[in-house]
């Protein structure tokens, strides 16, 4: 079966330091991967998505980057963290072989920049 | 007219209690559409998808509109452990891309 880990679970930086968010899923090849970040009491914005190593797609712009150095690997970063970068971050795939467009998400991270 | 929007909410109700959500979508084209279910401080999961007019599970039953495009959530005999947030998801297109509605939180009472 498959599996999209995230860690860390929680997460407490400065402003100005750097960030980087990790997902791994198991069990799956060649997904689409994507990013999300929910601010406290909103709802879920796309951040990045990715259908293949080496190809990402911002939806937004920002402060952040996403890179997949691998196929099943997925990677958001930040050089310098703003305070509006708070929030709990959800990594999610989907593949065409499984439910047309159901997304699975990781459990994610909470990041809180002071 | 947001991509997808639902009601504000919150909705406090008594376990036992029959609760409706409504959710708009400005997609013409969309195809199918999706309910998810989001416990305080967790990831989004998958509740129920709808592909044609509706869809039924247990107590929950998922309706299309596709005329006034919207989709309701209809929760029978609520349980305590239904309290979370439920949120209305439209693709974007067919890449992956879903785009989620603000949520919708329920609290059931006992």
């Known amino acids: 079966s498959q599996t999209i880990h995230q860690w860390p679970a929680t997460l407490v930086q400065p402003v100005g330091s750097p960030l980087s968010l990790e997902c791994t899923v198991e069990?799956?090849?060649?997904?689409?991967l994507y990013w999300y970040r929910q601010a406290a009491g909103r709802g879920l914005q796309l951040l990045f998505y990715s259908v293949g190593i080496g190809q990402i797609s911002s939806e937004v712009p920002q402060n952040l980057s996403a890179s997949r150095p691998q196929d099943r690997q997925f990677i958001l970063s930040s050089k310098k963290l703003l305070l509006s970068d708070s929030g709990f971050y959800l990594c999610?795939?989907?593949?065409?072989?499984?439910?047309?467009?159901?997304?699975?998400f990781g459990p994610g991270t909470r990041l809180t920049v002071l | 007219r947001k991509e997808v929007e639902q009601d504000p909410g919150p909705f406090n109700v008594p376990e036992g209690a029959t609760v409706a959500f409504n959710c708009t979508y400005s997609?013409?084209?969309?195809?199918?559409f999706f309910w998810y279910r989001q416990d305080c401080r967790k990831e989004p999961k998958l509740l129920m998808s709808?592909?044609?007019s509706g869809n039924e599970d247990g107590r929950f039953t998922a309706q299309l509109n596709r005329a006034s495009q919207y989709i309701s959530l209809l929760i029978r005999d609520s349980k305590l452990s239904d309290s979370a947030t439920y949120l209305c998801v439209v693709p974007y297109n067919q890449g992956g891309k879903l785009i989620f509605g603000q949520g919708t939180e329920l609290s059931v009472k006992p």
């Open positions: 069990g799956t090849s060649n997904p689409n």
């Open positions: 709808v592909y044609s």
């Open positions: 999610a795939w989907w593949t065409s072989g499984g439910s047309y467009n159901e997304q699975f």
């Open positions: 997609n013409s084209a969309s195809q199918s």
